[in-house]
């Protein structure tokens, strides 16, 4: 879904091939509270999470659509989009308090923009569900180990 890990944070933005390094070596000394690795780990959890409003805001209205009419299943991604949204807002708050900055990078299209039914698009959810809370916790280990204070 979308690509990279926290072992490629560092230096480029995941999928892009984008160089970090310039906006990392840049902010050395403006990064008064946070840890570089910590900041790169919490701008591409950031980034998940906006991705994920981007696929079930979709979601959402491709069950809503007349040819396909699941209206259970566009209220359900209806709800989870902005769910999703929260929580990068809420990232996005602790990076500025933790002293980082905040990246946002070009939303990646979703691999599968047209479910067939409501099981493939619950199976494409599990997967990026599964792939958010995989980087929440490596985010959470990185912070944790390097004593950060966010």
């Known amino acids: 879904m979308f690509?990279?890990?926290l072992l490629d944070l560092e230096k480029k933005q995941p999928g892009s091939g984008m160089n970090m390094s310039r906006?990392?070596?840049?902010?050395?000394s403006e990064c008064t509270n946070c840890h570089q690795a910590s900041e790169a780990a919490f701008n591409h959890q950031i980034n998940?999470?906006?991705?994920?409003?981007?696929?079930?805001?979709?979601m959402s209205f491709c069950f809503d659509r007349d040819d396909?009419?699941?209206?259970?299943?566009?209220?359900y991604f209806s709800h989870q989009s902005p769910e999703e949204r929260e929580?990068?807002?809420k990232?996005?708050?602790?990076?500025?308090?933790?002293?980082?900055?905040?990246?946002?990078?070009?939303?990646?299209?979703?691999?599968?923009?047209?479910?067939?039914n409501g099981l493939d698009a619950m199976e494409c959810?599990?997967?990026l569900e599964e792939n958010m809370n995989r980087s929440?916790?490596?985010?959470?280990?990185?912070?944790?180990?390097?004593?950060?204070?966010?």
């Open 3 to 5: 690509p990279g890990s």
């Open 23 to 28: 906006f990392i070596d840049q902010r050395d």
């Open 48 to 58: 998940l999470e906006l991705y994920a409003t981007y696929v079930y805001l979709l």
């Open 68 to 75: 396909v009419a699941l209206k259970n299943f566009a209220k």
């Open 87 to 89: 929580c990068a807002e």
């Open 91 to 116: 990232l996005m708050k602790l990076q500025n308090q933790g002293g980082g900055h905040v990246f946002l990078w070009d939303t990646k299209k979703p691999d599968c923009d047209d479910w067939k």
């Open 125 to 127: 959810a599990l997967h």
């Open 136 to 150: 929440l916790l490596g985010l959470h280990k990185l912070v944790t180990d390097k004593n950060d204070p966010h």
